[in-house]
């Protein structure tokens, strides 16, 4: 039985190129991608428009159906824009993003992409783009199956062809249309997500989860302020609102672990959104939440964080979530993919690395590619888990770091500016992210001793050397686990 190769074939076999037939007749390519997800389609176009040849396992060829990555950062369209794809996201019903909006107990704060500050766009704010997940997926595998140096097979990876003398990885097996399969290749490339099965055997790490997204699909809800993402901050944990069609909005709401064993009993998930998240939302998105509650499907996705390691086997690399995650909090995910795509382009380009099969030069790029990614990554990473626990406050500390937080996004200018920029994959120096985090710090800490009164005063002094330490608990372990690798 043939596999399915999803490409376009010349008719005659006296057309096909030398890599054609490698990759049909004997399943053998420069590269074997494992996973035709974001980073999976957008890694195999790039090394095939760089004469790679190129095969692309997926398990399911179907349009996925996800609640996260719909949100992508200008950072990431940029990105897009860099690798010749960025035409992915039309024909989608991608909607604008300017921005967020951020409303903590009923009051919100706009806070917009700063202004571009050099080149020919300067003054002009970029954008972001919103949008089902399954759709943009489609868009990227069509572009895949497009390109002549790519093959797109179906086919489920059961496990690596390890050879035995070297240790080396020289391609998979895996189950075509029920048939054991084989594919060879000098490098293979691991990009199957977060649940990736070969996660354990290649990395040293595994990913925390604290909480997960409950998503709900809302029909013509009525946002606070049209193409801005919308975060919902009350005594709970945060709520994300963001448009990804024309008619539909995607609701996600964060519910710790805690949370849902302890409902478990009243009603379940359901229960808790109704009974606590609904009445908290803007009054113009409770219809159109509670329809979704009633008719609409709840589905869930752990929340997880996984610091990145450096890839070490000879003959394979492992990206995306397999190897690097952080709470979708931010919705950062995506633009760290294709901006990691972009860096690859360059490290393991010909000119840089004319054969895949040299494993050692291979996994000096690696270690090269892990330290240079961190200007964006680590900033990313960081500010996703540092923003979830003060948005997620369940201590007195963290509410204090809270309310400075919004204050002083309040402030506006720079106070915006700055930590927008660092989370729409604008601005890629972590010691920005430093400074602005420990700002609020400093702020929650004057707004606390301000609102004091005198006798409070010695008692305010202690909290506040609490709330530094807070912040220095909530940050720097972040920070540690980006640097040690």
């Given at each position: 039985m043939i596999p399915l190769i999803r490409d376009s074939l010349p008719p005659s076999p006296l057309h096909r190129s030398p890599s054609s037939i490698r990759r049909h007749d004997h399943h053998t390519s420069d590269v074997l991608i494992v996973g035709a997800g974001i980073l999976g389609c957008a890694l195999a176009i790039t090394f095939a428009r760089q004469g790679r040849s190129v095969i692309l396992l997926e398990k399911s060829l179907k349009p996925p159906d996800r609640i996260v990555g719909e949100l992508l950062q200008p950072g990431g369209v940029e990105a897009l824009e860099k690798l010749g794809i960025r035409d992915c996201l039309e024909g989608i019903d991608a909607v604008i993003v300017k921005g967020y909006e951020v409303i903590y107990y009923g009051a919100g704060v706009e806070i917009k992409y700063p202004k571009r500050t050099t080149g020919i766009l300067e003054g002009i704010r970029p954008e972001g783009r919103s949008f089902h997940h399954g759709r943009f997926i489609g868009r990227l595998r069509q572009t895949a199956m497009k390109e002549e140096n790519i093959s797109v097979v179906e086919s489920t990876?059961?496990?690596?062809?390890?050879?035995?003398?070297?240790?080396?990885?020289?391609?998979?097996?895996?189950?075509?249309?029920?048939?054991?399969?084989?594919?060879?290749?000098?490098?293979?490339?691991?990009?199957?997500?977060?649940?990736?099965?070969?996660?354990?055997?290649?990395?040293?790490?595994?990913?925390?989860?604290?909480?997960?997204?409950?998503?709900?699909?809302?029909?013509?809800?009525?946002?606070?302020?049209?193409?801005?993402?919308?975060?919902v901050l009350t005594e709970g944990a945060p709520v994300l609102l963001y448009q990804i069609g024309t008619h539909e909005t995607r609701a996600l709401v964060d519910v710790p672990e805690s949370v849902e064993k302890a409902r478990s009993a009243r009603g379940g998930v359901k229960g808790h959104l109704r009974e606590v998240v609904l009445p908290s939302l803007p009054a113009s998105v409770q219809p159109s939440f509670a329809r979704a509650l009633d008719e609409g499907r709840l589905r869930s996705m752990p929340n997880s964080f996984l610091p990145a390691s450096t890839n070490r086997m000879p003959g394979v690399i492992m990206l995306g979530d397999a190897m690097n995650m952080r709470h979708p909090l931010t919705g950062g995910g995506m633009t760290v993919a294709f901006n990691d795509v972009v860096l690859l382009r360059?490290?393991?380009?010909?000119?840089?690395?004319?054969?895949?099969?040299?494993?050692?030069?291979?996994?000096?790029?690696?270690?090269?590619?892990?330290?240079?990614?961190?200007?964006?990554?680590?900033?990313?990473?960081?500010?996703?888990?540092?923003?979830?626990?003060?948005?997620?406050?369940?201590?007195?500390?963290l509410k204090s770091l809270q309310n400075g937080c919004i204050r002083y996004f309040e402030l506006g200018g720079a106070c915006i500016d700055g930590p927008i920029g660092l989370l729409g994959g604008i601005i890629r120096r972590p010691l920005v992210l430093f400074y602005h985090f420990f700002s609020v710090a400093l702020l929650a800490i004057w707004l606390l001793l301000r609102q004091s009164r005198l006798v409070e005063i010695p008692g305010a002094v202690l909290e506040s050397f609490g709330i530094f330490a807070k912040a220095c608990g909530v940050i720097l372990p972040v920070i540690w686990s980006e640097v040690w690798a």
């Open positions: 990876v059961t496990g690596m062809v390890k050879c035995g003398h070297t240790g080396q990885i020289l391609g998979v097996r895996s189950t075509t249309q029920a048939r054991p399969d084989v594919y060879f290749a000098d490098l293979t490339v691991v990009a199957d997500g977060y649940a990736s099965r070969f996660r354990k055997e290649y990395l040293k790490r595994a990913p925390i989860s604290r909480s997960k997204f409950w998503g709900l699909e809302l029909i013509d809800a009525v946002l606070p302020r049209a193409l801005h993402g919308h975060v360059e490290l393991l380009g010909p000119e840089a690395v004319p054969n895949l099969g040299n494993t050692t030069l291979v996994r000096r790029q690696m270690r090269t590619f892990h330290w240079r990614r961190k200007g964006l990554t680590a900033v990313i990473n960081v500010l996703a888990q540092a923003l979830y626990d003060l948005f997620a406050a369940n201590d007195p500390q």
